[in-house]
């Protein structure tokens, strides 16, 4: 199972969302990028089970990111992933930068965040990122139904 990083890019109207222990966060109407890990169980595969609770609604939320998936407000655009040994979501994290949600999928790290906000397509500066800490990233667009993604 290939392992390594990866960034979930959403879709979404403004609304407010109950994030399990975060309590209740306003999301403005644009694009978030979710930035995770994929070196665990399962690898990369988790980047694609995101997408699939999202469209799926089939199981209840464990972590900051299921909350927001779970939401219908919210659909998955894309997802960029790279195979890499390295622990890099962190430095992935702080070069994608920018207007995000605090505290949001960052409890087992010092980052400010791992979810950051863009009123536009982040598809190329996302990608951009990647190839600066030298990941080889592949994007998966998601087709949403009733919707151009």
């Known amino acids: 199972m290939d392992r390594g990083v ?5 879709d979404n109207s403004h609304c407010e969302v109950r994030i399990g222990a975060l309590g209740i966060r306003e999301f403005a109407a644009g694009r978030h990028v979710y930035v995770g890990s ?3 169980s399962g ?3 988790r ?3 995101h ?4 469209l ?3 199981r209840p939320p464990r972590w900051h990111i299921d909350y927001l998936l779970l939401d219908t407000r919210v659909t998955p655009a894309a997802v960029v992933t790279a195979a890499t040994d390295r622990d890099c979501e962190c430095d992935l994290a702080r070069t994608i930068g920018g207007a995000y949600v605090p505290g949001f999928g960052c409890s087992d790290c010092t980052c400010p965040s791992h979810l950051f906000f ?3 397509d982040p598809v190329p500066e996302i990608l951009a ?3 600066s800490l030298d990941l080889d990233a592949r994007i998966t667009r998601v087709k949403n139904e009733g919707s151009e993604h």
Do not use: N
């Not at 990866?6 to 959403?10: M, V």
């Open 6 to 10: 990866y960034a979930l890019i959403l």
């Open 43 to 45: 690898g990369l595969a």
């Open 118 to 120: 863009r009123s536009a």
């Open 51 to 54: 997408v699939r609770l999202a």
């Open 56 to 58: 799926c609604r089939d």
């Open 38 to 40: 994929a070196l665990g």
């Open 47 to 49: 980047a694609h089970r």
């Open 129 to 131: 990122a990647f190839r």
